[in-house]
């Protein structure tokens, strides 16, 4: 697995020649072997429980799930899982809503908090400092203290029990109105300045000139909004009583709670609620990890 | 298009509607007011009524308040949340950290081992839940190593303390790769002339560890020390979807949110009695977010 260092001049594989770390110094062979060593050890550990998840909705119906030993691979994989998860819950439904209600979001959060955050950065206006506070005591409130409250505000609105109302709390966030104004204040001013020079009004400045220079964080105000929404477990919950109107998750919690025997079912449902959200992550990963360090210093 | 009434001398942009600004802010601001503030306001309101989910409340003052004091639920709950900071908390400071400067040199296939730590931040806690509920089952794959390495079989998901315990472990094999990422940008900072110097010295990699990397990273430390203490306090879908909805063995796993969410919602749900227990929330959280600050403040000076 390592490349010890006597080795080096000879031909050796495709390898590069010598390991080095981010300062350039070489890193040692064994050094080397240990770090792949215990590398693979938590990879094992992060990843082979999602494996087996997939593993076990793969196996059929005469395959025992709970041999000791346990097998690893299915020994005769079959999609036969997915067809009964769906016979035995609307599956497809629960990941429609999902769906629905996830991208709703995500283009609830990138035009309200673009707009918000451009107000709070770049106009002038009385009370501007007000609205600022307002934002940032809302991203302070512990969302699991108030669900009762919005619970009961959603009801007052008549929309409990609706998609719409597993939407409205969350639709603009108030970190991402934060995100979203310290893009725009990081933004050099002069170039706005020559366009109001040139007679652009304070929309074109907007869609023209600020918004296309904090595309990286608009995208990681989509991608954490799409997270957010189609991972969320706690407000759905609550707010969704029809199970003919439930996201992925409840739904997930639904079976689990009706057909708990049935581990086949139960891991091919969860395979189908998280392979969206990996895909996704292995395309964008960088804006994933991006978000978490704005996310971080903010939070 | 109104035009500003004196010439700007500033170089500000004057031209706008004065309406404009607040027509930028107003979705924003119309979200968060009505489902964010006013929520909190009201909770606050109705943490001195009787308030049901169908009923409007009368006010009753500390009644509610009083009426905790008394409740074993609610002081199961709080022992649970409290003892599910203190378990993950510290977990979710060090563990990262180590992973941290394991994926941080720059050795070949390094992005994807980094990219695979992070899966678990990315998968909904449903998911989580379920995948571990499965793999601690009696039955389940842990199990069948446990048997087959000759330790017997352990009933992770039947006894009450290993049950709460389970729930910690699988809270901060979700974090790992979110604080992972969190202490990566921090040690990009470190200088690598501090290393070099302690190794110099004849300092061993533990001890530059302590001396070198800890106190360099420190400010980081307290950060994810806020953060995952508020967020292990909140516990609430680990514990509901691997003990069930009414808490495990007697409820006796029963967090203090779930406790919330079970009293408060439903068309029976005493709206009045969950919004105190929320306001207890509220409270723990922001002396949770003081101490770990505070503690920070010592420190330095």
Same mark, same amino acid.
């Given at each position: 697995?390592?490349? =010890?260092?006597?080795?080096?001049?000879?031909?050796?594989?495709?390898?590069? =020649?010598?390991?080095?770390?981010?300062?350039?110094?070489?890193?040692?062979?064994?050094?080397?072997?240990?770090?792949?060593?215990?590398?693979?050890?938590?990879?094992?550990?992060?990843?082979?429980?999602?494996?087996?998840?997939?593993?076990?909705?793969?196996? +059929?119906?005469? #395959?025992?799930?709970?041999?000791?030993?346990?097998?690893?691979?299915?020994?005769?994989?079959?999609?036969? %899982?997915? #067809?009964?998860?769906?016979?035995?819950?609307?599956?497809?439904?629960?990941?429609?809503?999902?769906?629905?209600?996830?991208?709703?979001?995500?283009?609830?959060?990138?035009?309200?908090?673009?707009?918000?955050?451009?107000?709070?950065?770049?106009?002038?206006?009385?009370?501007?400092?007000?609205?600022?506070?307002?934002?940032?005591?809302?991203?302070?409130?512990?969302? !699991?203290?108030?669900?009762?409250?919005?619970?009961?505000?959603?009801?007052?609105?008549?929309?409990? %029990?609706?998609?719409?109302?597993?939407?409205? =709390?969350?639709?603009?966030?108030?970190?991402?109105?934060?995100?979203?104004?310290?893009?725009?204040?990081?933004?050099?001013? !002069?170039? #706005? !300045?020559?366009?109001?020079?040139?007679?652009?009004?304070?929309?074109?400045?907007?869609?023209?000139?600020?918004?296309?220079?904090?595309?990286?964080?608009?995208?990681?105000?989509?991608?954490?909004?799409?997270? +957010?929404?189609?991972?969320?477990?706690?407000?759905?919950?609550?707010?969704?009583?029809? =199970?003919?109107?439930?996201?992925?998750?409840? +739904?997930?919690?639904?079976?689990? +709670?009706?057909?708990? %025997?049935?581990?086949?079912?139960?891991?091919?449902?969860?395979?189908?609620?998280?392979?969206?959200?990996?895909?996704?992550?292995?395309?964008?990963?960088?804006?994933?990890?991006?978000?978490?360090? #704005?996310?971080?210093?903010?939070? | 298009?109104?035009?500003? $009434?004196?010439?700007?001398?500033?170089?500000?942009?004057?031209?706008?509607?004065?309406?404009?600004?607040?027509?930028?802010?107003?979705?924003?601001?119309?979200? /968060?007011?009505?489902?964010?503030?006013?929520?909190?306001?009201?909770?606050?309101?109705?943490?001195?009524?009787?308030?049901?989910?169908?009923?409007?409340?009368?006010?009753?003052?500390?009644?509610?308040?009083?009426?905790?004091?008394?409740?074993?639920?609610?002081?199961?709950?709080?022992?649970?949340? $409290?003892?599910?900071?203190?378990?993950?908390?510290?977990?979710?400071?060090?563990?990262?950290?180590?992973?941290?400067?394991?994926?941080?040199?720059?050795?070949?296939?390094?992005?994807?081992?980094?990219?695979?730590?992070?899966?678990?931040?990315?998968?909904?806690?449903?998911?989580?839940?379920?995948?571990?509920?499965?793999?601690?089952?009696?039955?389940?794959?842990?199990?069948?190593?446990?048997?087959?390495?000759?330790?017997?079989?352990?009933?992770?998901?039947?006894?009450?303390?290993?049950?709460?315990?389970?729930?910690?472990?699988?809270?901060?094999?979700?974090?790992?790769?979110?604080?992972?990422?969190?202490?990566?940008?921090?040690?990009?900072?470190?200088?690598?002339?501090?290393?070099?110097?302690?190794?110099?010295?004849?300092?061993?990699?533990?001890?530059?560890?302590?001396?070198?990397?800890?106190?360099?990273?420190?400010? $980081?430390?307290?950060?994810?020390?806020?953060?995952?203490?508020?967020?292990?306090?909140?516990?609430?879908?680990?514990?509901?979807?691997?003990?069930?909805?009414?808490?495990?063995?007697?409820?006796?796993?029963?967090?203090? /949110?779930?406790?919330?969410?079970?009293?408060?919602?439903?068309?029976?749900?005493?709206?009045?009695?969950?919004?105190?227990?929320?306001?207890?929330?509220?409270?723990? $959280?922001?002396?949770?977010?003081?101490?770990?600050?505070?503690?920070?403040?010592?420190?330095?000076?």
């Amino acid at each position: 697995m390592s490349v =010890p260092d006597r080795v080096r001049p000879a031909p050796a594989a495709n390898r590069p =020649p010598r390991v080095t770390d981010e300062h350039g110094r070489r890193v040692r062979g064994w050094e080397l072997a240990l770090r792949y060593l215990l590398l693979l050890a938590v990879l094992a550990l992060t990843v082979g429980p999602f494996l087996w998840q997939l593993s076990t909705s793969l196996k +059929g119906p005469t #395959e025992d799930i709970y041999s000791s030993p346990p097998g690893f691979l299915p020994a005769h994989p079959t999609l036969h %899982n997915y #067809e009964r998860v769906a016979q035995t819950v609307p599956v497809w439904d629960y990941a429609l809503n999902s769906l629905k209600v996830a991208s709703a979001n995500v283009v609830t959060n990138c035009a309200g908090s673009a707009l918000a955050g451009y107000a709070l950065a770049r106009l002038r206006y009385r009370g501007r400092r007000a609205a600022t506070l307002v934002f940032v005591l809302a991203m302070l409130v512990p969302v !699991e203290g108030i669900i009762i409250a919005q619970f009961t505000t959603m009801r007052e609105l008549g929309l409990n %029990n609706t998609l719409i109302g597993v939407l409205l =709390p969350g639709c603009v966030g108030a970190m991402n109105v934060l995100l979203m104004r310290n893009a725009f204040l990081n933004l050099p001013y !002069e170039i #706005e !300045e020559a366009a109001y020079v040139d007679g652009a009004d304070v929309w074109q400045r907007f869609l023209r000139i600020a918004l296309p220079s904090v595309k990286g964080t608009l995208a990681v105000v989509a991608i954490f909004a799409f997270m +957010g929404a189609w991972d969320d477990f706690l407000w759905p919950l609550i707010v969704l009583s029809d =199970p003919s109107r439930f996201t992925l998750t409840i +739904g997930l919690n639904y079976l689990h +709670g009706t057909f708990a %025997n049935d581990e086949r079912l139960v891991a091919a449902g969860t395979v189908i609620a998280v392979a969206p959200l990996i895909a996704l992550f292995a395309c964008l990963q960088r804006y994933f990890f991006r978000g978490v360090g #704005e996310g971080a210093v903010k939070g | 298009m109104a035009s500003p $009434t004196a010439p700007a001398p500033t170089t500000r942009v004057r031209r706008q509607l004065p309406t404009s600004p607040w027509l930028f802010a107003a979705p924003g601001l119309l979200i /968060v007011g009505v489902f964010i503030l006013y929520p909190f306001l009201s909770t606050l309101v109705n943490s001195f009524t009787d308030r049901r989910t169908l009923l409007p409340g009368r006010y009753v003052g500390l009644a509610n308040f009083r009426e905790l004091l008394h409740d074993d639920m609610f002081w199961i709950g709080l022992r649970n949340s $409290t003892l599910y900071v203190l378990g993950v908390v510290p977990a979710l400071v060090v563990l990262p950290l180590l992973l941290a400067l394991l994926v941080r040199k720059n050795i070949p296939g390094i992005t994807f081992f980094r990219s695979a730590f992070y899966t678990p931040v990315v998968a909904s806690i449903v998911v989580v839940g379920l995948i571990w509920v499965w793999l601690l089952d009696e039955r389940g794959l842990v199990n069948a190593v446990l048997e087959a390495v000759g330790v017997g079989r352990v009933g992770f998901l039947s006894d009450q303390w290993l049950l709460l315990i389970s729930a910690m472990a699988v809270t901060v094999w979700k974090g790992l790769g979110y604080y992972m990422i969190i202490y990566l940008a921090a040690l990009a900072n470190v200088p690598r002339e501090l290393h070099e110097a302690a190794a110099v010295d004849g300092a061993g990699a533990v001890r530059r560890f302590l001396s070198v990397t800890v106190p360099a990273v420190r400010s $980081t430390m307290v950060l994810v020390g806020a953060l995952s203490s508020v967020a292990a306090f909140k516990v609430f879908s680990e514990v509901y979807l691997m003990a069930g909805p009414s808490g495990g063995p007697a409820g006796e796993d029963t967090t203090l /949110v779930m406790l919330v969410q079970r009293t408060g919602t439903g068309l029976t749900g005493r709206v009045g009695y969950a919004s105190a227990l929320s306001v207890v929330v509220f409270v723990v $959280t922001v002396a949770l977010m003081l101490l770990v600050l505070r503690a920070d403040r010592k420190d330095e000076s």
